[in-house]
């Protein structure tokens, strides 16, 4: 049988989400949690590859078994799991089913606040700088005017192609932050990261939307600043077909 494993955590204690071999990893402690209950390795599949440091309210990973589930499956795996690392539902799918290649869509939102908060130190990068929130709002739309963004891909990273479908893209102000969303069907390796840093450019005046636009079509990354810090990036949804997770166990 074949399940998917909604979870959600704080990426601050981990070198990231996908198993390393020395590193201490999302994926790690999940599959760990999991083989100690079941009593046999149990090797996940994510949906999603978050960066060390990133956090996720939302994220998905399949596994298969012949096992029957525990009756607390979900209570006893959330026992063995450290504290930064919850199991929020598990569903029965299709044989064929697949956390990464079925998603449609993934949704991730940045957050900056503009004034000292010590309960948004980890959950938020600290910029304190004046900003043109029409110009930082026009840079996001121009974000999705475009479909190659190799130039907001980092270095070593193994993918075919840097074609993204962006669906959504939008700041948004609330009292003292400022929260960026945006969607899409996929997204390369430090590519949130990569567009808010470029776009906190233009925002301060230091970018031109020209050059805005020349630096996405230049196809380089050195032309992106991708220094904004990890904390402030949540993955906050990863959407399916519909129909595919109505068969919720635990």
Known sequence: MRYFIEVGYKGAGFAGFQVQDTAHTVQSAIDHAISTLMRTKIVTTGSSR????????????????????????????????PPDVVLKHVYR??????????????????TLYMHKDPFLHDRGYFFPYRLDVELLQEAAG?????????????????????????????????????????????????????????????GRGKLTMEGFREAIESRNCVNADFAVPPQGLFLIKVAYPEGMLNDRVQ
């Open 142 to 202: 121009v974000l999705m005017e475009y479909q190659d963004f190799m130039t907001f891909s980092k270095r070593n990273t193994q993918v075919r192609t840097y074609i993204c479908n962006i669906m959504s893209s939008a700041w948004t102000a609330k009292e003292d932050r400022l929260v960026y969303n945006v969607t899409a069907n996929r997204f390369l390796r430090g590519m949130v990261r990569g567009m808010v840093g470029t776009m906190l450019r233009v």
């Open 93 to 110: 799918v299709g044989d064929e089913d697949h956390s990464r290649f079925a998603a449609l869509s993934r949704s991730y939102e940045y």
């Open 50 to 81: 978050t960066d060390a440091g990133v956090h996720a309210l939302q994220n998905f990973l399949h596994f298969d078994t012949d096992q029957p589930l525990h009756p607390q499956f979900q209570y006893k795996v959330n026992a063995i799991l």
